[in-house]
């Protein structure tokens, strides 16, 4: 059994493409998670966002599709399709839908 879970494996993929846009929403499809990281897909609608909070792992987001805003400890980035940034553990962060956008969110706990 694998560990990386609700994808085809062995085939070349869109990563984009399997994770749906939908109005007035923040879509998200895990596809691997343990104590030590975890792994999801994020599709937001233009203007939908997660509120500022922290993690106990460093973040890694890499954007997929669209622009996003990325709040970092007060900070504002914004992302475009291709560009990835790390938000560090237990810093204050947000992510927000400037355009529609996808993400690739890859999460490392420490042990």
Do not use: W
Request: glycine share 8%; aromatic share 4%.
């Amino acid at each position: 059994m694998g560990l990386i879970k609700n994808i085809e494996h062995g085939v070349v993929l869109p990563l984009a493409a399997e994770v749906p846009y939908q109005d007035g929403q923040v879509v998200s499809k895990t596809l691997a998670q343990n104590s030590r990281h975890s792994l999801t897909l994020f599709a937001f609608e233009k203007g939908e966002e997660i509120s500022s909070h922290e993690s106990e792992g460093d973040a890694l987001v890499l954007v997929l599709d669209g622009v996003g805003r990325i709040t970092l400890a007060g900070k504002e980035h914004l992302l475009h399709k291709g560009e990835a940034i790390v938000m560090p553990a237990k810093i204050p962060h947000a992510v927000c839908a400037v355009e529609r956008f996808k993400m690739l969110l890859t999460v490392t706990f420490p042990e």
